[in-house]
């Protein structure tokens, strides 16, 4: 909805002229006292004019019994985890109550480049939420690894002034900035003055000093309380994340307090349509901490207000006078349940996203891998120690284990009885054909193979099995559906989920893809596969900016050392 000029504003604030839309008989929570204010909430056009007072207007809505708190913010988002269009996933999250996300699109970035910042820059500006972008600082992440793109700096400044952009994505080099790095310095400088988000886990002391002297100011990826503690003691905003894998709400809800809460923003990172349809969103985030004991108060903050003044979002963050009309209605703060919202003064209805234009797809003939046999997934090494991936539940960090791993006929076979399983890669933007690999522990497979496109942030292909064909099975599959997830079991495939748009999202309502993914967990499930999540856990297994050891195209990547080593 477009904002009314001045005059408009004012007489509709004043009561000369009716308001656009009046919400009556609700009580709106106030973030700054605390308390639940009476009186209608007057719009005109995307803008609150009046609280606290009676209104008439040219539509009026019964929100008797309700209570009205500003439309929650999702701070640091990739939107192709939903593994959904920008479309799809508003419908999806916004009639949850989530009117603004923030979202960093490296992924499509990574394989399609310009293009796919450009798609996304272009849906932003169709959407009925608020979609805003920072531009992706790490295309690739690390020289570790093949992407299908490559940008620099001169490549994000022309996009830097489109009015959806906030400032700089995640700069996930934080070595490279530590180290002074002149590619990476180059664009912090570019974007000097305005917002530049973070990604530095478990840095502290004078690396993470220098880390901030460059101007980064929020950041994600802290685990701990106390690494959390050292990061807004130096003064970063700390967004609390609780996506599908990366699960650090428990961890840094003692953190959150009135005190703290101007400091503190949520935000989910990577969550797929199966959590957000059987848990939630951000609204689930809410429920959680305030059920664990956190101030409603403090919660609600973090949930708008904080995370507006965070990204420098002025106009929202509070139901006010001057303030965007984003709003959701709820029965109760502690159970969080959006009864109707509001985004820019638009209900967040099927009728209103139906009406909205949408955006053609880009990439969607993205997977250009070599042809791989059950030969491909050998792994050669002459001596037993042999450095193991060691997988942690709810969390993207991984150990880096070593175990004895005998060769037999020049190869290290995977062994299910240890939950010992090869992990392979294998490059797929037809740029080397590169095929890696190593082993992992921790997802319980016993037989079979799971395989992706989805693979951060280079998305190659990646794979996890206990038998070569099938991984193979799995990984040539992918090929022939344009990307996406695979299980394979005894040389066929059992399910898989095509990603027809880089292969990272499908062309299908989220509705299908939410069927889709209870299917592919059920058939990893029957391979013996214990974890929860189990394909964005394989995800991140090929991520060589998160500790401590990882997988890629190039070879098994020690993120700690921040060097490619040996197999075996």
Not at 97 to 102: E, F, R
Not at 188 to 212: C, K, V
Not at 349 to 360: G, S
């Amino acid at each position: 909805m477009s904002r009314p000029d001045l005059a408009s504003l004012v007489a509709q604030g004043a009561g000369r002229a009716p308001a656009d839309l009046v919400l009556k008989g609700g009580r709106v929570l106030d973030l700054v006292t605390g308390e639940l204010l009476d009186g209608d909430v007057a719009i005109a056009g995307d803008t609150v004019v009046g609280t606290c007072e009676s209104y008439d207007g040219r539509e009026e809505v019964d929100v008797s019994g309700l209570v009205l708190v500003p439309g929650f913010i999702d701070t640091h988002l990739h939107v192709e985890s939903s593994m959904v269009t920008p479309f799809e996933f508003e419908r999806c999250v916004a009639p949850r109550g989530i009117t603004t996300a923030i979202c960093d699109p490296h992924e499509i970035a990574n394989v399609a480049g310009l293009a796919g910042l450009r798609y996304f820059l272009d849906a932003a500006e169709r959407m009925v939420m608020d979609l805003r972008v920072n531009l992706s600082s790490c295309v690739p992440s690390t020289a570790m690894e093949t992407a299908g793109a490559r940008l620099e700096a001169a490549d994000l400044a022309p996009l830097m002034d489109h009015p959806k952009v906030i400032g700089l994505a995640e700069m996930m080099n934080y070595p490279g900035v530590v180290h002074g790095e002149p590619d990476v310095l180059a664009k912090l400088e570019l974007f000097r003055g305005r917002h530049i988000d973070g990604h530095a886990p478990l840095l502290s002391g004078r690396e993470l000093n220098a880390y901030l002297a460059a101007g980064i100011r929020t950041e994600h990826e802290a685990t701990s309380a106390e690494e959390a503690r050292e990061k807004l003691q130096k003064g970063m905003r700390v967004l609390i994340r609780e996506g599908s894998v990366s699960k650090d709400l428990a961890a840094l809800m003692p953190l959150l307090t009135e005190r703290t809460a101007p400091y503190l923003a949520f935000c989910t990172d990577d969550r797929n349509p199966l959590d957000i349809a059987e848990e939630g969103h951000l609204d689930h985030m809410i429920r959680t901490a305030i059920a664990a004991g956190c101030p409603p108060l403090a919660v609600y903050r973090a949930a708008s207000f904080s995370a507006a003044e965070a990204f420098g979002l002025k106009d929202r963050g509070q139901i006010a006078p001057g303030k965007r009309a984003d709003i959701v209605a709820l029965e109760s703060l502690e159970d969080c349940r959006a009864v109707r919202v509001w985004c820019g003064g638009v209900e967040a209805t099927e009728a209103a996203f139906a009406t909205r234009e949408t955006v053609p797809p880009v990439a969607t003939r993205s997977v250009n891998a070599p042809r791989v046999g059950p030969e491909s997934f050998r792994c050669a090494g002459n001596r037993a120690e042999t450095p193991v991936i060691g997988i942690l539940p709810g969390k993207i960090i991984t150990a880096h284990l070593t175990e004895e791993i005998a060769p037999e006929d020049g190869d290290k076979r995977p062994d299910p009885a240890r939950d010992l399983a090869r992990v392979a890669v294998v490059e797929r933007h037809g740029r080397n054909g590169n095929i890696a690999t190593g082993f992992v522990r921790g997802f319980g497979i016993r037989e079979g193979a799971i395989a992706a496109t989805v693979a951060h942030d280079h998305h190659n292909i990646v794979a996890v099995g206990a038998d070569y064909a099938d991984m193979a099975v799995a990984v040539n599959r992918l090929s022939g559906i344009g990307g996406g997830f695979v299980v394979a079991r005894a040389g066929a495939v059992t399910a898989e989920l095509p990603l027809a748009m880089a292969g990272l999202m499908s062309l299908a309502p989220f509705e299908e893809v939410h069927a889709r993914l209870r299917e592919l967990r059920a058939a990893a499930k029957a391979l013996g596969v214990t974890l929860a999540e189990p394909f964005l856990q394989l995800a991140f297994v090929a991520l060589p900016v998160i500790p401590h050891l990882k997988i890629t195209d190039h070879g098994m990547v020690d993120v700690d050392r921040f060097e490619v080593i040996s197999a075996g």
